[in-house]
């Protein structure tokens, strides 16, 4: 899955392959999947400015440290729940 991200202040409609279309607020991110990218009215929506395509791998959502010992913190979902995981360490801790 890819993440496209509306970089104007107007709402877009952005044309996806098989006729479809992706309403996109003014602002706004959605999820288009990674076939869709290569669709030539969207390409030429990006080489405009008016929308941009990041990978959705999800590691900003997820922040961690990766020194032994290090809590991970794990950010989706109701953030009120967030808990603080230690990682194991060498010894099997």
Excluded: F, Y
């Excluded at 991200?5 to 107007?10: A, E, I, L, P, R």
């Excluded at 590691?59 to 961690?64: C, G, H, L, M, T």
């Excluded at 794990?74 to 010894?91: E, F, I, Q, Y």
Aim: no cysteine; proline share 9%.
């Amino acid at each position: 899955m890819k993440t496209i991200v509306n970089k104007t202040t107007d709402p877009l409609r952005v044309p996806l392959p098989h006729g479809k279309t992706l309403h996109l607020g003014p602002k706004k991110t959605g999820q288009i999947s990674a076939h869709d990218v290569e669709h030539p009215p969207l390409v030429k929506m990006v080489e405009a400015g008016k929308v941009e395509i990041q990978d959705h791998a999800g590691n900003e959502a997820i922040p961690s440290v990766s020194q032994e010992g290090a809590a991970h913190v794990h950010a989706w979902g109701d953030k009120s729940k967030m808990v603080a995981l230690p990682t194991k360490t060498a010894a099997g801790g």
